[in-house]
T-cell receptor
Framework: DTAVSQTPKYLVTQMGNDKSIKCEQN?????MYWYKQDSKKFLKIMFSYNNKELIINETVPNRFSPKSPDKAHLNLHINSLELGDSAVYFC?????????????FGPGTRLLVL | AQSVTQLDSQVPVFEEAPVELRCNYS??????LFWYVQYPNQGLQLLLK??????LVKGINGFEAEFNKSQTSFHLRKPSVHISDTAEYFCAVSSGSARQLTFGSGTQLTVLP
């Protein structure tokens, strides 16, 4: 009964391919996030959804498109993968959008683009 | 704008010794501060957070942190570390109307036998 789960855990693919990462939370939270962690462990927010509505959209190439079919799911689709997209992608969720909310993280998806 | 600086990228320490991981923040408004831990090949887990009230915050696994407004710091401490504390530790800030967390660059704590 993992709180925030991601699939797949590992993803190895060629440049130019399109891939998706899925995230699900069973905490009943309203808000979900995608973060990118680079090779130097630096963690940066990419997107956030609250009740299926996009509320945070940082400077991310438009090859990245999040989709939230319902409050419990937030998927990330990446078109035309590039070498620089290699990273660990973390999904997270929080009860709401109030400042100071605790975020709960998934185990990460390790993406390697060859 | 909010930012976080973790001054030490790596901290090696012997088992049962005390440790302090440093974190300084920058924000023009009131802040909420967090420490997260990332064990190898895992996601981040909340250790503790400061929202308001007492400046000394106690978290899980024997960790504590002190909010110091005048020095804009939120250093993490543990009086006696274990091998199992070996992990990456991230300080994060959320302030004003910002809905997102801004993370520091992380500190790798390595506990040596």
């Amino acid at each position: 009964d993992t709180a925030v789960s991601q699939t797949p855990k590992y993803l190895v693919t060629q440049m130019g391919n399109d891939k998706s990462i899925k995230c699900e939370q069973n905490l009943g939270h309203d808000t979900m996030y995608w973060y990118k962690q680079d090779s130097k462990k630096f963690l940066k927010i990419m997107f956030s959804y609250n009740n299926k509505e996009l509320i945070i959209n940082e400077t991310v190439p438009n090859r990245f498109s999040p989709k939230s079919p319902d409050k419990a799911h937030l998927n990330l689709h990446i078109n035309s993968l590039e070498l620089g997209d290699s990273a660990v992608y973390f999904c997270a969720s929080s009860q709401g959008v109030r400042v100071g909310e605790t975020q709960y993280f998934g185990p990460g998806t390790r993406l390697l683009v060859l | 704008a909010q930012s976080v600086t973790q001054l030490d990228s790596q901290v090696p320490v012997f088992e049962e010794a005390p440790v302090e991981l440093r974190c300084n923040y920058s924000s023009s408004v009131s802040v909420y501060l967090f420490w997260y831990v990332q064990y190898p090949n895992q996601g981040l887990q909340l250790l503790l957070k400061y929202l308001s009230g007492s400046t000394l915050v106690k978290g899980i696994n024997g960790f504590e942190a002190e909010f110091n407004k005048s020095q804009t710091s939120f250093h993490l401490r543990k009086p006696s570390v274990h091998i199992s504390d070996t992990a990456e530790y991230f300080c994060a800030v959320s302030s004003g109307s910002a809905r997102q967390l801004t993370f520091g660059s992380g500190t790798q704590l390595t506990v040596l036998p």
